[in-house]
């Protein structure tokens, strides 16, 4: 994954989600597959993701080993299961001028992703999977 530039970092920022309309699983779709988007919380890295086609996805925890996934639209939610978790874990996302904002299922006032850089290039993983 590529390193996190300051100004990158001063798109993320803490608190709700603005105003906006969530998009839609297939907007998501067509703005993530062939990426990996880092994500940050309060400014602080969070993880990072690889969008595959077919609704697949390669997400690490920062620091930590990776987790291959799929993905899935759930009543105007993007909702993720892993293969170590499979209980979902759903998000309602938006995209601005900064890229894509996500905010935690039923958490209104709580967990918010932004996205802070994104590259084409494959996810480096940690530990037993290095080399996705």
């Known amino acids: 994954m590529h390193r996190i530039?300051?100004?990158?970092?001063?798109?993320?920022?803490?608190?709700?989600?603005?105003?906006?309309?969530?998009?839609?699983?297939?907007?998501?779709?067509a703005y993530s597959v062939g990426k990996t988007l880092s994500y940050a919380v309060g400014g602080q890295i969070y993880g990072a993701e690889q969008?595959?086609?077919?609704?697949?996805?390669?997400?690490?925890?920062?620091?930590?080993e990776c987790a291959r996934g799929e993905w899935y639209e759930d009543?105007?939610?993007?909702?993720?299961?892993?293969?170590?978790?499979?209980?979902?874990?759903?998000?309602?996302?938006?995209?601005?001028?900064?890229?894509?904002?996500?905010?935690?299922?039923?958490?209104?006032a709580g967990t918010e992703l932004s996205e802070v850089a994104q590259t084409p290039a494959p996810l480096v993983c940690a530990g037993p999977d290095v080399g996705v």
């Open 75 to 108: 009543a105007g939610q993007i909702c993720f299961v892993y293969e170590h978790d499979s209980t979902p874990q759903c998000w309602t996302f938006y995209r601005d001028s900064a890229g894509l904002r996500a905010q935690f299922e039923g958490d209104p």
């Open 5 to 29: 530039i300051p100004t990158a970092m001063a798109l993320a920022f803490a608190g709700a989600v603005q105003a906006g309309e969530p998009i839609s699983a297939e907007e998501f779709e």
């Open 51 to 64: 969008y595959l086609p077919g609704r697949r996805v390669v997400w690490a925890f920062r620091g930590q």
